[in-house]
């Protein structure tokens, strides 16, 4: 049987969701065994299928269904597609809605994904990527008599670390938080100052090999050695892979 070469290449997208029938799937397959063109683009759909798959699933609310049914039906349709004289129109009539259903399935976890996760709207920063980077290790360390604390959250796959406060109290007047890191056997060098200890502040410099890491009071323009106000040192161990 002639494939309709015209025509089965545009099924490459149904065939990543799985929308084809079983004459068509196996039609597919044979003409993927030779098209390198269309072997790339299915690998392209599946791997953003298999990255949206990862967020954290959520169920989203009836009102995005019913928007997005709603969009459909006022949209118009289509000229009906003229068949070509030297393959058949099946394929052809078929695509069409089968594209269409992948294309909205698509929509639908991207859509859901960006509403469920506020931190991937618009532009991911540096530190929402270390706070949730999947080898992101946090440490603890009380600030002395009181209740607050801080967190250091260092991830190894990205080579940089994120401080933040939680009921950290504001520095005294002419005064601001830095952060240090420190190498086995070398002095504490600083990694920047962090103005609002309620928000996550990315520390300047490689975590991965450094000994320990330590928040400090010091002036407004900050020190190049922290002072005796050492509010917090966090302990640390070499990352996992450090140095490769």
Known sequence: MNEPTSDIHALSGA????????????????????????????????????LLTETEAETPPPSLREGVL?????IRPLPPVQPERSGPSRVRRR???????????VVLIAVGAVLWHPWQHGRTTL?????????????????????????LVRSASLGRAVMIGDHVPE?????TYQMWLQEPGRPMVSAGLMSDPT????????PRTASAAAVSVEPAGGSAQPSAD?????????????GT
Not at 70 to 74: A, F, K, L, N, P
Not at 171 to 175: H, I, L, N, S
């Open 95 to 105: 695509a069409l809605p089968q594209l269409l259903a992948a294309a909205a399935a």
């Open 70 to 74: 709603s969009g459909i039906s006022q």
């Open 15 to 50: 065939y990543a969701v799985d929308a084809l029938d079983d004459l068509e799937r196996h039609q597919f397959e044979q003409h993927l065994a030779a098209c390198a063109e269309c072997r790339a683009e299915v690998a392209s759909l599946r791997e953003t299928a298999a």
């Open 127 to 151: 530190a929402d990527q270390i706070l949730h980077a999947p080898d992101a290790v946090r440490v603890v360390e009380k600030i002395p008599g009181s209740s607050a604390e801080l967190t």
């Open 171 to 175: 520095p005294p007047a002419g005064k």
């Open 230 to 242: 050492v509010v917090a040192v966090f302990p640390l161990k070499p990352a996992s892979g450090a």
């Open 199 to 206: 928000q996550p502040t990315v520390l300047v410099g490689d």
